[in-house]
């Protein structure tokens, strides 16, 4: 059986070939899949399950047709740091169930730590100030207590505000930091990590500070082509999806 990993799509209805290539997989390579896992940042900006933009709209629907017409496939969601407003009424319209960020999956006899990603960018103390406030419940409820278009405002001047601040840090400040990886692991009792948010697609392999064995997966991002960690009875592998 195959289990399928995405993450870090940037959906947005400024850029619709990546929403239209995600279709084309939900009815091509995911169709039949045991899971699909969506690990974070499926949005570019979730202002909340009552924006009605209709790229959005168009993006629920395919995610509710494809749980409808693979009822075997288990299908989950994980917030990023883009989408960290999606709610139960996109669960239940879509049928991806929300997970907790870290979880412990089991596939066969491996049991593998998943995430976004972000929380262990450790080194970058602005953005991790920034992350204690967005993912608090009652901030978040504040905002989503504000009207659609102040909401959307909100979130295009985050936007702006990220990209000017990422620009003046380096790639090593954006990245996770390796103690921060190493104590999620032993906290979690588990030796691989499968994350996205960096779009630095990559598989490390390092030793503990035990000297056992241990695995970091990174999935890549969807800006100018799709990809997709797959495993499947031959291992682990990360795909690219020509666009």
């Given amino acids: 059986m195959t289990t399928l990993f995405i993450s870090d799509l940037h959906l947005s209805p400024l850029q619709p070939e990546i929403g239209h290539q995600l279709c084309?997989?939900?009815?091509?390579?995911?169709?039949?899949?045991?899971?699909?896992?969506?690990?974070?940042?499926?949005?570019?900006?979730?202002?909340?399950?009552?924006?009605?933009?209709?790229?959005?709209?168009?993006?629920?629907?395919?995610?509710?047709n494809y749980a409808d017409a693979n009822p075997g496939t288990s299908c989950y969601f994980m917030h990023g740091n883009r989408d960290f407003l999606v709610g139960s009424a996109f669960s239940e319209r879509t049928g991806f169930e929300i997970l907790s960020d870290p979880v412990v999956?089991?596939?066969?006899?491996?049991?593998?730590?998943l995430s976004h990603g972000d929380q262990y960018c450790t080194d970058d103390t602005e953005y991790m100030a920034v992350r204690a406030t967005t993912r608090n419940p009652d901030w978040q409820q504040q905002v989503l207590s504000l009207p659609i278009d102040a909401r959307r405002k909100m979130a295009g001047d985050a936007r702006s505000e990220s990209t000017a601040s990422n620009a003046a840090k380096s790639m090593e400040i954006m990245d996770v930091n390796q103690q921060a990886v190493e104590q999620a692991l032993n906290e979690a009792?588990?030796?691989?990590?499968?994350?996205?948010?960096?779009?630095?697609?990559?598989?490390?392999?390092?030793?503990?500070?035990?000297?056992?064995?241990?695995?970091?997966?990174?999935?890549?991002?969807?800006?100018?082509?799709?990809?997709?960690?797959?495993?499947?009875?031959?291992?682990?592998?990360?795909?690219?999806?020509?666009?």
């Fill in 24 to 64: 084309a997989f939900l009815a091509n390579e995911a169709r039949h899949a045991a899971s699909l896992y969506i690990l974070g940042d499926l949005f570019e900006a979730w202002i909340g399950d009552d924006d009605p933009d209709p790229h959005y709209n168009l993006i629920q629907d395919a995610l509710a």
């Fill in 105 to 113: 999956h089991s596939f066969g006899d491996q049991r593998w730590l």
């Fill in 189 to 243: 009792g588990v030796s691989c990590l499968l994350h996205g948010h960096t779009h630095r697609p990559a598989i490390h392999e390092f030793a503990l500070p035990d000297g056992s064995p241990a695995r970091r997966i990174v999935l890549g991002d969807w800006y100018t082509q799709g990809s997709v960690g797959v495993l499947d009875e031959h291992g682990f592998r990360l795909v690219d999806l020509a666009r």
